[in-house]
């Protein structure tokens, strides 16, 4: 899954890609280099971002999904937590939802999840992205997350979304300390047990950088470690800034596991 990100703030690339033109290119670049999914976001999630309005949103967001789709069938990834931008985005040629919320902060979200019959990334996150890294603080992280994860699956479950349209992602970056983040890839198989795809976004991170201390364009190795260590733990899907190098590390890590030939 390659990140394309047409916000002016957010911690890795805001203000790269807000030019239509540019980031339509910048996606079919990520589909050559081998992107199997374009994840498209119009508002910066990062720690302490401020929200931003649903016509802002769209407005940055409906204009590159028809771009791409006009030069591509790749499968777009739209990633909000505001139903309306949703169903836009998939009237416009997106297949996926990509909620940060996990079906929590727009109650009207999983009912376009069944109407438009698509898949839905359910994250977990704690808190908002206003206040998500002050202080956050759990008794017994993985189980917690398990937990969160039980709850959103019933609550799709008793809203008519079927288990193939259901992929996890435990929201690494979203809610947690440093060290939680390590153990959220490390302890990623208790995840997989529940039955579902799971989705990592380690990329660039905070706690790369603040481990290695590196600043943002630096972290390409951490990135590497993390993304290698995650798909051996279970993770089936990545999402990355650095879609040619990851490409890479992915094939490499799927062939030790023996995924491909």
């Known amino acids: 899954m390659g990140i394309l990100n047409v916000t002016p703030d957010s911690f890795s690339d805001g203000g790269h890609f807000l030019d239509t033109k540019i980031a339509v290119n910048h ?57 309306l ?43 908002t992205p ?19 994860f039980q709850k959103q699956i019933n609550l799709c479950r008793d ?11 435990p929201g690494i970056g979203f809610g947690k300390k440093l060290n939680d983040n390590f153990i959220l890839i490390r302890e990623l198989k208790r995840f997989t047990e529940l039955g ?20 943002v364009e630096q972290r390409i190795e951490g990135t590497a470690a993390a993304i290698t260590t995650g798909i051996m733990n279970g993770a089936r899907i990545i999402r990355v800034h650095d879609v040619l190098e990851m490409k890479r590390v992915q094939i490499i890590s799927d062939k030790i596991r023996g995924a491909i030939a």
Do not use: C, W
Request: aromatic content about 4%.
């Open 130 to 148: 206003d206040n998500m890294q002050v202080n956050p603080q759990y008794d017994d992280l993985i189980q917690e997350v398990i937990d969160y």
């Open 159 to 169: 809203n008519g979304i079927p288990k193939s349209k259901i992929i996890l992602d």
């Open 196 to 215: 579902y795809p799971i989705l990592i976004g380690p990329s660039r991170k905070s706690f790369i950088g603040l481990t290695l201390d590196l600043p």
């Open 27 to 83: 996606s079919l670049r990520m589909v050559d280099q081998g992107a199997d999914i374009i994840d498209i976001g119009g508002e910066s999630t990062r720690p302490g971002s401020d929200p931003v309005s649903i016509n802002n949103e769209l407005a940055r967001v409906i204009p590159v999904i028809e771009g791409i789709r006009n030069k591509s069938t790749i499968p777009i990834s739209i990633d909000t937590y505001k139903s």
């Open 85 to 127: 931008v949703a169903r836009k985005a998939l009237e416009a040629g997106a297949n996926i939802i990509n909620d940060i919320s996990g079906l929590n902060f727009d109650p009207e979200m999983v009912n376009i999840v069944r109407n438009h019959k698509a898949p839905i990334v359910i994250m977990h996150i704690k808190g």
